[in-house]
């Protein structure tokens, strides 16, 4: 599998399978994989805790560290195809729309290379 040639319908039916699989949907519900996605989402900072920022671009250049960095964010992933199936919820449209939400947001020619707080 490749990012040029999944569908987020492909990746949520591969999770959705696995969970079938396992029966776990009882454990599944969207408290439990909001907090699991919290969890999935600290382990990756780990991965990237004390470096200062040119580190954190050059850790992924060690094979070890950069399959470690890639599961954490698979897990995150996979946390959130599956919420996404429990709630019905259409990743795609929702990134959609909420790219339009910060568009409006953070109009580029406001923001462009340059970060304010709002």
Known sequence: ?????????E????????VEERAWQPF???????????????????????LDLPASYEVA?????R??????MADV???LLNMSNVLGIDLSDALAQKMVKNAQK????????????Q
């Not at 599998?1 to 319908?9: R, V």
């Not at 250049?61 to 560290?65: F, L, R, V, Y």
């Open 77 to 79: 992933f996979c946390y």
């Open 11 to 18: 990746l949520k039916n591969l999770v959705r399978r696995f």
């Open 28 to 50: 599944h519900s969207p408290k439990n994989l909001a907090m699991g996605i919290a969890c999935e989402a600290a382990e990756l900072m780990e991965c990237f805790l004390w």
């Open 67 to 72: 399959d470690a960095i890639a599961d954490e």
């Open 61 to 65: 250049k060690d094979s070890a560290k």
């Open 1 to 9: 599998m490749s990012d040029t040639a999944s569908t987020i319908d």
């Open 106 to 117: 953070y109009p580029a020619e406001k923001y462009r290379g340059k970060f304010e707080v």
